[in-house]
């Protein structure tokens, strides 16, 4: 599905990526986790097309990513914090969104599930912050795709709504979706991924699932696995 070669970025003479080759399983949900700075954000924008790799190389489905946009129609993308034209309404976000992609979305079934039909004829600016994120994930999962990448989906979410996305995920990859998820919610993590990445200064700290990580730290869960990981790499640096 996705093929990650040598990649590296630099800003300036800041190193965010410093050089890993990653292959993401089609079919698979991956967790990326990593604390904040690790590089999460530039790999899911390079993946996007929306940073251009200062080295290496990225294939979407044995296709170079480079000098083409196409494949981002077949990527459906959750931002972690969305940003939206506060004058619309709801219905008319979602209208405006099958304009730019050219392509009749389906949101009825996903609109009754997250419960926004009362919410069609409110503008945006009204919403509260879940609400917005359930907006947020009827416009990313209102086009059938072969991968999503979501950034941190449960934000805001009640427990009714984080239910129904879980459901809804565990459909999709059951049909051979591809997912790409970031969270700082690890009971997430252990219930939906297959395997998850963890990036810390930007590299591959370790790729593997879960249990596979829990008995390499030797720790009961991952919130102790990776503060036991962070707290090695800090005394590293002492």
């Known amino acids: 599905m996705i093929e990650i070669k040598g990649i590296e970025k630099k800003f300036g003479s800041l190193e ?4 890993f080759d990653l292959s993401l399983s089609r079919g698979k949900i991956t967790a990326v986790l990593g604390p904040n700075g690790s590089g999460k954000t530039t790999l899911i924008k390079s993946i996007l097309g929306l940073v251009v790799p200062t080295v290496g190389e990225i294939r979407f489905q044995g296709q170079t990513i ?18 939206f034209p506060e004058n619309l309404k709801v219905k008319e ?7 730019i992609r050219e392509a009749q979305g389906n949101p009825e079934g996903l609109i009754h599930s997250f419960g926004l039909e009362d919410f069609l004829n409110k503008k945006l600016r009204f919403l509260s912050g879940g609400t917005r994120q359930k907006v947020n994930l009827v416009l990313t999962f209102m086009f059938d795709c072969p991968l999503y990448i979501l950034d941190e989906p449960t934000s805001g979410l009640d427990p009714i709504a984080l239910i129904r996305l879980k459901d809804l995920i565990k459909e999709k990859k059951n049909k051979g979706i591809t997912f790409l998820v970031t969270t700082h919610i690890m009971s997430l993590v252990e219930e939906i991924s297959d395997e998850l990445i963890f990036l810390l200064e930007g590299q591959v700290y370790f ?5 596979e990580m829990l ?4 720790e009961e869960n ?8 962070l707290e090695k790499e800090h005394a590293k640096d002492s």
Do not use: C, M, S
């Open 66 to 83: 480079f000098n083409d946009w196409k494949y981002r129609k077949e990527v459906g993308y959750l931002p972690q914090i969305a940003r």
């Open 16 to 19: 965010v990526l410093k050089g």
């Open 222 to 229: 991952l919130e102790r696995a990776i503060a036991n990981i």
């Open 207 to 211: 790729k593997g699932t879960y249990v």
């Open 93 to 99: 976000l979602f209208k405006l969104i099958e304009d």
């Open 215 to 218: 008995n390499a730290e030797k």
